[in-house]
């Protein structure tokens, strides 16, 4: 009940924010230099995603989990790219990661497959690609002849279809006489394939003769999480059986480049 009302609360704000941002637009002459460019852009960069985080139901083993990179792809059309307010969308691309995180096990849980010490498995695993649309209104401040500093709020409505994950830790004997899977994890996406988050950000741009060169650096914050599932620990030697919940936010902090061509018939710019 709090999360809608909350939602409901940053909806009406950014419908309040585009109302007054596009009147704002209409009554800004504009900069001259920004005119020279296309609306369309593309956008590449890297992202970082928060870590999951898991809750402990019983037992003493658990998991260390970590910020996984990513990667987002795709362009934008920015309606008034020469204005100081402006409405912003487009088309991005993204491999959302399951999971990457570090397990490890007692000699004592395992010393009858491997005896010397205790032993550490790398897990990580991407899911299949995301397509989201942002919605984004940005305010574009004129610093210097050529640069530029923007900020940006607004929303991100993201396709993900439905699908489950899962991965097992199975020791095998030397003759191959005994096996014993000793750590599960499975999760799944929502039921609901669309999803949504909130966008904050704020970068640079800069004019040269050919291209107009973006930055920003962007937060998503999801309105869902993307993954939820159960871990277990099992069939050990000595310690007994740990369980738990496992949940991935989907939240991530990107660096984020965009490239605007020169329009064409364009020689020089006017600054």
Known sequence: MVKNYLEKIVVGLFLTIIFYSSAA??????????????????????VLYNRAKINPKYGDYTFDNKPIWGFNAGFEYDFFPDKKWSFVTGFIV?????????ISFKK??????????????????????????????RLNLKIRKKIFVNFLTGFKIMFFPRGTSEIGIIFHSEDNTETREVFGLR?????????????????????????????NLVYIMNFQNTFEGEYQFDNLLTSPPSRGDYTLSGNYVGLLFTINLLKKNIDELEY
């Open 94 to 102: 993204a491999l959302e990661p399951v999971f990457n995180g570090n």
């Open 25 to 46: 637009s209409q009554n800004h002459k504009g900069y001259s230099v920004l005119q020279k460019y296309r609306k369309w852009g593309f956008i590449v960069g890297p």
């Open 108 to 137: 004592e849980d395992i010393y009858s497959f491997y005896e010397e010490e205790d032993l550490q498995f790398s897990i990580k695993e991407y899911a299949i690609t995301s397509f989201s649309a942002p919605l984004l209104v």
């Open 187 to 215: 999760v799944e996406s929502p039921d609901n394939g669309i999803q949504g988050s909130f966008v904050v950000g704020a970068g640079a741009s800069l004019a040269i003769k050919k291209m107009l060169l973006k930055a």
